[in-house]
Each structure stands twice: as structure tokens, then as C-alpha cells.
């Protein structure tokens, strides 16, 4: 018997676990109470590991389409079935006619996060897809035009605040979203208890709401009626003091001018709350000696997504809550680059559109909302080939089901994920990655998220199988097909090659703290490690923290992580403005220009307030992650959790039953629900989870199959997008 420790990479809160391993066996997943993090907390995912390790349908060797079926196939077929299958249409038909795609699981393996980069950059397509445009876009958008940089994005200072505002996030359920903080209920649980506020601004009364000092049930997707309401007050009644930050911010005139007509009389009406209500928040915000704004899925997944993000962070800068202990602050990852700032290029989109709606791209992405039109559409370009790693489109975005007959009609698809799932059934070719417990783990795209600066590294948990390549390897392997050099040839020498090309860039650039040390001595000094180890250990060396090479001979590398299984706490946010922004003015822009023009969209649809019939809202579930761990016996136990929530009032006017079915019908497609009466929600809005629907035929997902659900995705429409963060609409 062994014990092993390892962070979960489920979701964002990154609780540490504490595994009881017997030979090739796991005993026992329980939480790691040494963990600097997480101490000990755990959700009902992180146990499930074990029969995610163990699941006779998780794919552990690729599988090739054979007639009507599929045959197991070696590494080395598989891969030469993949350059057969891509080669052709990237000759014929150009770069743009193959596609990728990838889900948020990338978000949280180490490999995907270091190496799936290079698969894009070898593919050279337009057509780069994943779920950031179905997730949080316009949050990187709001704060890419906000701060110059899409990846300087505010986490909230749950620990230290005094009031936290909370919209359109359920984070006792999800765990946090932007917001890496294991143990949120625990954490929610100290503010109140140190005398804070909690106000929660959703829809529904969810458990976070329950735990709340108030509750705004807000009209869904009308949150920036009651943010710029909240604006308007800051300014009407001089609550305007953003403190140290006056100095490093540009356009407070303007953005009082766009507020003025969004007095709280004015927008009490379209977002449903109380112009009296509103004012009070806006008081408490601004007296508070220390408030955090938080916005999530809620807040991006509408209409006006990325208006709503930026209106969250503008009330944080306007009441000097930006950049201060107990605010909204930017954490300093162990792994990140040196802050060269103030000023910078800034954020910039649409450096190319999409071909058949002119779409912009948006940090190198186009919507996945898109994609269907991309492959439906002749003409040149059209995409003919597609590669998707660890994602479930089929399942998880807008319009699915045509999303879903345009998959079926590709030339090839190739998927890197181990399961045979709704998605997956369309390839010709999976390739399965190992077992996540054979793989390493750091977090490195979310401790940049973290309520406190953290580094934890998890080795391996068990080795590889003969033959068997890891995460990294098989993207190399995709890499090289893409680049024309064909299925055989040696990853290795290329990750040697990426390596050095990363090291040559670093000693030449300020952001990495090289320590003036030269290339070879740079690669003497990584010694024999290879594939993410070594990227990651010249990442934390030249990092923030870094040992520089001998420079700061205290300072981190990969060793020290290695020495410390419950991961290292590096300390609370810090401030780091004006260094973090990377504006062309040096300056925090509140009121940039493709903003300014899109709020003309925004009041143009102000009468639209009585306008809908019902709106659908999401919601998570704790035993489920997006459109997996379905597959789980563990996870699948209890109330199925796909039923349409809806008010007791409505329910009676429509004559539904509690446990009856409904038929809801939007703008794109109907599905059938089983209903759940609750007066949990508001009225005219009901609550659907998305990524079931494991009906399809074609899969290999038994435990699925059995308690398939429905697919909420069936119903979003993807012809209403924020224009500015080419974001999908949700609700
Ligand atoms: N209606 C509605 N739709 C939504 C949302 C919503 O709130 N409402 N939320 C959206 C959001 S925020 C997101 S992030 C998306 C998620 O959408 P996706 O990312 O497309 O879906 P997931 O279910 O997260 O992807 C799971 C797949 O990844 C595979 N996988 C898991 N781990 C690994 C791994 O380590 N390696 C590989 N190669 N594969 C792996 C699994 O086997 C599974 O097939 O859904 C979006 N869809
Ligand atoms: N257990 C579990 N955890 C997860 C996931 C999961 O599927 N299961 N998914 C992970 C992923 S990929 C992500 S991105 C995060 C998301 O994390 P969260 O953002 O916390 O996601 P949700 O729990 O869906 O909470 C969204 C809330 O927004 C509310 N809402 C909907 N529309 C509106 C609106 O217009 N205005 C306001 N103010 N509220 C609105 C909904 O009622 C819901 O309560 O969760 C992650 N964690
Ligand atoms: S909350 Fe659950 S799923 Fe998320 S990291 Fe912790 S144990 Fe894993
Ligand atoms: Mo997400």
C-alpha cells in the first residue's frame, strides 16, 4: 500500500487528494487535509476518480472506424489512419478545411495546456474552435479591453472582502469559476461569520443564494440594466473614489455620460428589481471598507455578455476595489511571465473572420457557435476535416443537433478523448489518452485564478503501459502529421526542438528572469527531463518566484514542487497595478471605444423588457462536470438531475405537473423535460442543465446510456451572439 498525493483536475477548485494506492489498484480517494489550498475539503467528483481510473468503457487503445463499427488499432496505425484521413484535404482544399476543436477538460491537464498549441500553429487554419466561446469570452474580452490583456482577469478576495456581490455564479455548486478557492462553502461561510455581506444576484435561489444575507432575483440576462442603475448612483450621489487608481485610469467623464440615462427609475422595469434596491447596492458597494464584484457563467453566457463583464469590473475600479487586500485583485502564478507594464500592444480582435458570417476572432478563436456554418457552407474553405480534443460539442454548444448532422457529414474526423461518446461517434479515428492518475498534473491555467498564489505539481500516479504515449506525445504525434513530416516521425526530436526554440525567445525577452544565464547553460540546467516537466520547470525557474537559475538561489524550480506533495502557498494577492496593464496608453481604459459602440445595441433593446415568454437559464450539478463523469456508476447514483425547473405559478398556468413531462420549444429546436416545481426560481424563467442527452446512437457509455437525460443545447440558438466577444447565447 502506498498513498499518493494529487490535485483533482476536475474542476477549478483544485482540492488536493490524498490517494490510497495498492499495486496498480486505487483503494481509496479521500481529501488531502495537508493540502495548502484545500485542506482536506473534497466534492463527490474528486472520489469518482477511481472509477474514472477503472471504467471498462474508457478507451485505452485507439479505435478505428472498420465498416459500421470500429476495431482497436496500434498507436502506429491509428496515426498513419489520421495522416491519410487529414493529408488529403489539407492538400487539396487548403489550411482552412480542417478545423479543431477543444473542450474545457484542456483546462485542466498539463500536457494539453503546454502542447495543444502546437497542434494549432502546425494546423495554420482560421477555424480554431473551443468552449471559451461558450464560457467565459467575454469575460477575457471586458477585461482584454479594460486592462490591455485578456489574460489579466480579477479574481475576488474571498478572504479578506467585507461584501461580495455574486452574479449569475453558483459557486457552491460549481466550485468557483475564475475564482480557484477549494471549499467555497466554507470560505462563504467565514465572510458572514467575520460580520461580512454576501449578496447574491441570480435568477434563482440557488444554495448560494440560500446562504446569502440577500437574494436579487434578477430578470435573466437584464444584469447590465441593474449594473449601469448601480453606475449611476455611484456617480449621482459622489460615491466615485477609486482611490490610488485615479491615477492610472482613462475615461471616468465618458463613462459618467453613458451612465446618465440608466438612472435606477429608468432600468428598475427591465431588469426587475427595485430602483430603490438598486441604489442601496450601490451604497453598500461604495461604503464597504473593502467589496469584491463577481461575475460568471450567468454574466457572460447572454446577449450582452461582455457589456455585463466589463460593468462588473467597472464598478470594482469606480469604488477602489480594483487592486486592493480584499477586493478584486490579479493573482501572480508561480509559472506566469515578469509584469513589463505599465503599457503594452493592448487587446486586439479580429485579426481574421470567419467565412460565412464574418464573425471576428477573439484571442485567436472563432465562435464555436459557427462551426456548423463553416461546414455546411460551400465554397473555398470550407471545412471538410476536423480535430477535437477532450470536448463534447455535440452536447455542450448552441444548436447542437445541427452542429451534431454536420459532424456526421465531414470527409474526417479525428478525436483525441477517451471516451466513444455523442461527439467522438462522428470520427474515423480516437485516440485515447492515458488514464488521467498515469499522467502529471499542475494547473497552470488556473492558479492565474487562485484566491491565493499556489503552485502544486502531482508526478504520475502510475506508469505508462508498454507502447502507450502520453497526452503530450500524442499532440506532438498530431503536430507532426499536421506539418506535413508524417506519422512516424520522432516526437521526441521535436519537443527538443520546441524546447530549444522556447529558451532561445526567453533569454531574449524581459518577461522571463533568465538570470542571465545563456542558452546551453539554460539546458545544462534542465537537465534529462523532457515533454511538460521541463517546459514547466523553465516556467517556474524564470517565473515570478524562480530560482533564475542560480540567480535567486532561494527561488522556485520544479524540484522544489516536487519536495512539497501538498503544493506551496506563496502568499495573498498582491497589488500590481499599474505594472499589469498592457493598454497602448499605460492606462486602465473604462470606457474603450468597441464598448461605447455596442451600448447602442444595449439601448436599443431597452423596451424590449416585457417583450418574452419563458427564458431558459443553466444550472450545474455537483456529481456532474459539463457532459461527463456521466459514465460513472458513483456520480450516477440518486435523483436524476436533468429535470426543468419552473415556478409553481407558471407550472399551474401551463398545466404541468410536479414529475410530469414538458415540451419546451424554442427558436431552433424542442426537447422533452421531466418537470421539477420549485419557487426557487422566478417567475417566467425555468432551469435546464446542459450536457445530457446520451441517447444518441453510437456510443459507448453504458452507465450513460441508462439515465440519458436531455440536451438543453438542442434549444440555444445560435443565431443570437454577443458581437463583441462572439459569445453564444444561453439563456
Ligand atoms: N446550455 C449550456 N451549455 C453549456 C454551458 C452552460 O452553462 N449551459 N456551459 C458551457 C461551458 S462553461 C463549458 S466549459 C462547456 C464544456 O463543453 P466541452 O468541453 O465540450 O464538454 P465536456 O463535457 O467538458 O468535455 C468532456 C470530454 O472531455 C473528455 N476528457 C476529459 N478529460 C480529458 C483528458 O484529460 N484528456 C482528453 N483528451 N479528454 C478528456 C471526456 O472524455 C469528454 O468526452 O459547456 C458549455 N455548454
Ligand atoms: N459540479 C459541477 N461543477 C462545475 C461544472 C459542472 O458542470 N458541474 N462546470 C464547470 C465549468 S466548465 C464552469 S465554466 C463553471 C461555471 O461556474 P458558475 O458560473 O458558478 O456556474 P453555474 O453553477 O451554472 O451558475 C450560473 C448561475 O447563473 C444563473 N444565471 C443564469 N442566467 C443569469 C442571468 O442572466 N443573470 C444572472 N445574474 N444570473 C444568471 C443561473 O441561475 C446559475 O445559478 O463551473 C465549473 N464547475
Ligand atoms: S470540488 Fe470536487 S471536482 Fe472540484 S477539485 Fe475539489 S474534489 Fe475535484
Ligand atoms: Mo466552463
Given at each position: 500500500?502506498?498513498v499518493?498525493?494529487?490535485?483533482?483536475?476536475?474542476?477549478?477548485?483544485?482540492?488536493?487528494?490524498?490517494?490510497?494506492?495498492?499495486?496498480?489498484?486505487?483503494?481509496?480517494?479521500?481529501?488531502?487535509?495537508?493540502?495548502?489550498?484545500?485542506?482536506?475539503?473534497?466534492?463527490?467528483?474528486?472520489?469518482?476518480?477511481?472509477?474514472?481510473?477503472e471504467d471498462?468503457?474508457?478507451?485505452?487503445?485507439?479505435?478505428?472506424?472498420?465498416?459500421d463499427?470500429?476495431k482497436?488499432?496500434?498507436?502506429?496505425?491509428?496515426?498513419?489512419?489520421?495522416?491519410?484521413?487529414l493529408?488529403?484535404?489539407?492538400?487539396?482544399?487548403?489550411?482552412?478545411?480542417?478545423?479543431?476543436?477543444w473542450?474545457?477538460?484542456?483546462?485542466?491537464?498539463?500536457?494539453a495546456?503546454l502542447?495543444?498549441?502546437?497542434?494549432?500553429?502546425?494546423?495554420?487554419?482560421?477555424?480554431?474552435?473551443?468552449?471559451?466561446?461558450?464560457?467565459?469570452?467575454?469575460?477575457q474580452?471586458?477585461?482584454?479591453?479594460?486592462?490591455g490583456?485578456?489574460?489579466?482577469?480579477?479574481?475576488?478576495?474571498?478572504?479578506?472582502?467585507?461584501?461580495?456581490?455574486?452574479?449569475?455564479?453558483?459557486?457552491?455548486?460549481s466550485?468557483?469559476?475564475?475564482?480557484?478557492?477549494?471549499?467555497?462553502?466554507?470560505?462563504?461561510?467565514a465572510?458572514?461569520?467575520?460580520?461580512?455581506?454576501?449578496?447574491?444576484?441570480?435568477p434563482?435561489?440557488?444554495?448560494?443564494?440560500?446562504?446569502?444575507?440577500?437574494?436579487?432575483?434578477?430578470?435573466p440576462?437584464?444584469?447590465?440594466?441593474?449594473?449601469?442603475?448601480?453606475?449611476?448612483?455611484?456617480?449621482?450621489?459622489?460615491?466615485?473614489?477609486?482611490?490610488?487608481?485615479?491615477?492610472?485610469?482613462?475615461?471616468?467623464?465618458?463613462?459618467r455620460?453613458?451612465?446618465?440615462?440608466?438612472?435606477?427609475?429608468?432600468?428598475?422595469?427591465a431588469?426587475?428589481?427595485?430602483?430603490?434596491?438598486?441604489?442601496?447596492?450601490?451604497?453598500?458597494?461604495?461604503?464597504?471598507?473593502?467589496?469584491?464584484?463577481?461575475?460568471?457563467?450567468?454574466?457572460?453566457?447572454?446577449?450582452?455578455?461582455?457589456?455585463?463583464?466589463?460593468?462588473?469590473?467597472?464598478?470594482?475600479?469606480?469604488?477602489?476595489?480594483?487592486?486592493?487586500?480584499?477586493?478584486?485583485?490579479?493573482p501572480?502564478?508561480?509559472?506566469?511571465?515578469?509584469?513589463?507594464?505599465?503599457?503594452?500592444k493592448?487587446?486586439?480582435?479580429?485579426?481574421?473572420?470567419?467565412?460565412?458570417?464574418?464573425?471576428?476572432?477573439?484571442?485567436?478563436?472563432?465562435?464555436?457557435?459557427?462551426?456548423?456554418?463553416?461546414?455546411?457552407?460551400?465554397?473555398?474553405g470550407?471545412?471538410?476535416?476536423l480535430?477535437?480534443?477532450?470536448?463534447?460539442p455535440?452536447?455542450?454548444?448552441?444548436?447542437?443537433?445541427?452542429?451534431?448532422?454536420?459532424?456526421?457529414?465531414?470527409?474526417?474526423?479525428?478525436?483525441?478523448?477517451?471516451?466513444?461518446?455523442?461527439?467522438?461517434?462522428?470520427?474515423?479515428?480516437?485516440?485515447?489518452?492515458?488514464?488521467?492518475?498515469?499522467?502529471?498534473?499542475?494547473?497552470?491555467?488556473?492558479?492565474?485564478?487562485?484566491?491565493?498564489?499556489?503552485?502544486?505539481?502531482?508526478?504520475?500516479?502510475?506508469?505508462?503501459?508498454?507502447?502507450?504515449?502520453?497526452?503530450?506525445?500524442?499532440?506532438?504525434?498530431?503536430?507532426?502529421?499536421?506539418?506535413?513530416?508524417?506519422a512516424?516521425a520522432?516526437?521526441?526530436?521535436?519537443?527538443?526542438?520546441?524546447?530549444?526554440?522556447?529558451?532561445?525567445?526567453?533569454?531574449?525577452?524581459?518577461?522571463?528572469?533568465?538570470?542571465?544565464?545563456?542558452?546551453?547553460e539554460?539546458h545544462?540546467?534542465l537537465?534529462?527531463?523532457?515533454?511538460?516537466e521541463?517546459?514547466?520547470?523553465?516556467?517556474?525557474r524564470?517565473?515570478?518566484?524562480?530560482?533564475?537559475?542560480?540567480?535567486n538561489?532561494?527561488?522556485?524550480?520544479?524540484?522544489?514542487?516536487?519536495?512539497r506533495?501538498?503544493?506551496?502557498?506563496?502568499?495573498?494577492?498582491?497589488?500590481?497595478?499599474?505594472?499589469?496593464?498592457?493598454?497602448?496608453?499605460?492606462?486602465?481604459?473604462?470606457?474603450?471605444?468597441?464598448?461605447?459602440?455596442?451600448?447602442t445595441?444595449?439601448?436599443?433593446?431597452?423596451?424590449?423588457?416585457?417583450?418574452?415568454?419563458?427564458?431558459?437559464?443553466g444550472?450545474?450539478?455537483?456529481?456532474?462536470?459539463?457532459?461527463w463523469?456521466?459514465n460513472?456508476?458513483g456520480?450516477?447514483?440518486?435523483?436524476?438531475?436533468?429535470?426543468?425547473?419552473?415556478h409553481?405559478?407558471?407550472?399551474?398556468?401551463?398545466?404541468?405537473?410536479?414529475?410530469?413531462?414538458?415540451?419546451?420549444?424554442?427558436?431552433?429546436?424542442?426537447?422533452?423535460?421531466?418537470?421539477?416545481?420549485?419557487?426557487?426560481?422566478?417567475?417566467?424563467?425555468?432551469?435546464?442543465?446542459?450536457?445530457?442527452?446520451?441517447?444518441?446512437?453510437g456510443t459507448?457509455?453504458?452507465?450513460?446510456?441508462?439515465?440519458?437525460?436531455?440536451?438543453?443545447?438542442?434549444?440555444?440558438?445560435?443565431?443570437?451572439l454577443?458581437?463583441?466577444?462572439?459569445?453564444?447565447?444561453?439563456?
Open positions: 500500500m502506498r499518493a498525493f494529487r490535485t483533482c483536475p476536475i474542476c477549478e477548485a483544485t482540492c488536493g487528494l490524498e490517494i490510497t494506492v495498492r499495486g496498480d489498484r486505487v483503494v481509496r480517494i479521500a481529501g488531502d487535509p495537508e493540502d495548502v489550498l484545500s485542506r482536506g475539503h473534497l466534492c463527490p467528483k474528486g472520489p469518482a476518480l477511481k472509477e474514472l481510473h471498462p468503457d474508457r478507451l485505452e487503445r485507439p479505435l478505428v472506424r472498420h465498416g463499427g470500429w482497436e488499432a496500434s498507436w502506429e496505425e491509428a496515426l498513419v489512419r489520421v495522416e491519410r484521413g493529408g488529403p484535404i489539407l492538400e487539396s482544399r487548403g489550411r482552412d478545411a480542417v478545423g479543431i476543436y473542450g474545457n477538460p484542456i483546462a485542466h491537464n498539463l500536457s495546456a502542447y495543444l498549441r502546437y497542434v494549432v500553429k502546425a494546423l495554420g487554419s482560421k477555424n480554431v474552435y473551443s468552449a471559451s466561446t461558450v464560457d467565459q469570452m467575454p469575460k474580452t471586458a477585461c482584454g479591453l479594460l486592462f490583456s485578456a489574460t489579466a482577469v480579477p479574481v475576488p478576495d474571498l478572504d479578506r472582502t467585507d461584501l461580495l456581490m455574486i452574479l449569475g455564479a453558483n459557486p457552491l455548486v466550485g468557483g469559476s475564475l475564482c480557484t478557492a477549494p471549499d467555497m462553502a466554507g470560505r462563504l461561510k465572510l458572514r461569520d467575520r460580520g461580512g455581506k454576501l449578496i447574491v444576484v441570480d434563482v435561489r440557488t444554495r448560494t443564494a440560500k446562504m446569502a444575507n440577500e437574494h436579487v432575483a434578477v430578470r440576462a437584464k444584469d447590465p440594466y441593474l449594473l449601469f442603475g448601480m453606475v449611476h448612483t455611484l456617480f449621482e450621489e459622489s460615491l466615485v473614489s477609486p482611490g490610488r487608481l485615479a491615477e492610472h485610469i482613462n475615461g471616468v467623464d465618458t463613462l455620460d453613458l451612465a446618465r440615462p440608466y438612472s435606477p427609475e429608468v432600468v428598475a422595469p431588469c426587475g428589481v427595485e430602483a430603490d434596491v438598486i441604489r442601496r447596492l450601490a451604497r453598500e458597494v461604495a461604503n464597504a471598507p473593502k467589496a469584491a464584484v463577481y461575475g460568471r457563467i450567468g454574466t457572460c453566457t447572454v446577449e450582452f455578455g461582455t457589456i455585463t463583464s466589463w460593468l462588473i469590473d467597472v464598478i470594482n475600479i469606480l469604488t477602489g476595489n480594483l487592486d486592493r487586500a480584499g477586493g478584486v485583485l490579479f501572480e502564478a508561480a509559472h506566469t511571465r515578469l509584469k513589463t507594464g505599465p503599457g503594452g493592448g487587446f486586439v480582435t479580429g485579426r481574421w473572420r470567419s467565412r460565412v458570417r464574418s464573425f471576428p476572432e477573439v484571442n485567436g478563436e472563432l465562435p464555436i457557435a459557427t462551426l456548423a456554418d463553416e461546414i455546411e457552407t460551400p465554397g473555398d470550407r471545412v471538410r476535416g480535430i477535437t480534443v477532450a470536448g463534447n455535440v452536447l455542450t454548444t448552441v444548436n447542437s443537433h445541427r452542429l451534431d448532422a454536420a459532424l456526421a457529414s465531414l470527409d474526417f474526423m479525428v478525436s483525441v478523448d477517451f471516451y466513444l461518446n455523442e461527439t467522438t461517434r462522428h470520427a474515423e479515428v480516437i485516440l485515447p489518452p492515458p488514464s488521467i492518475l498515469r499522467q502529471s498534473h499542475y494547473d497552470l491555467f488556473l492558479y492565474p485564478f487562485a484566491v491565493r498564489n499556489t503552485a502544486n505539481y502531482s508526478p504520475p500516479m502510475f506508469q505508462l503501459g508498454p507502447d502507450e504515449p502520453d497526452m503530450w506525445e500524442i499532440l506532438l504525434k498530431l503536430a507532426l502529421i499536421l506539418g506535413g513530416k508524417g512516424g520522432d516526437h521526441r526530436a521535436l519537443d527538443d526542438d520546441l524546447l530549444a526554440q522556447t529558451v532561445k525567445a526567453a533569454v531574449k525577452d524581459r518577461r522571463f528572469n533568465t538570470g542571465e544565464r545563456n542558452e546551453s539554460i545544462e540546467m537537465g534529462n527531463r523532457r515533454g511538460p521541463r517546459t514547466l520547470d523553465l516556467m517556474l524564470t517565473g515570478p518566484y524562480g530560482d533564475a537559475f542560480g540567480a538561489p532561494d527561488g522556485l524550480s520544479l524540484k522544489t514542487l516536487e519536495d506533495p501538498h503544493g506551496m502557498d506563496l502568499g495573498p494577492l498582491r497589488p500590481s497595478v499599474p505594472q499589469i496593464i498592457q493598454t497602448p496608453s499605460g492606462k486602465i481604459e473604462l470606457a474603450p471605444r468597441p464598448i461605447i459602440e455596442d451600448l445595441r444595449l439601448e436599443a433593446s431597452f423596451p424590449a423588457a416585457a417583450e418574452e415568454g419563458i427564458l431558459l437559464v444550472r450545474r450539478n455537483l456529481r456532474s462536470m459539463n457532459s463523469l456521466h460513472l456508476p456520480p450516477a447514483k440518486g435523483k436524476h438531475p436533468c429535470t426543468l425547473r419552473i409553481p405559478r407558471d407550472a399551474g398556468r401551463l398545466g404541468l405537473e410536479d414529475g410530469g413531462e414538458a415540451k419546451v420549444t424554442s427558436s431552433v429546436g424542442s426537447v422533452r423535460a421531466r418537470v421539477e416545481i420549485t419557487d426557487d426560481i422566478r417567475m417566467g424563467v425555468v432551469s435546464l442543465p446542459h450536457g445530457w442527452g446520451h441517447d444518441l446512437p459507448r457509455c453504458a452507465v450513460a446510456r441508462k439515465h440519458p437525460g436531455v440536451n438543453s443545447n438542442i434549444l440555444t440558438d445560435d443565431q443570437r454577443d458581437p463583441l466577444a462572439v459569445w453564444a447565447l444561453h439563456t
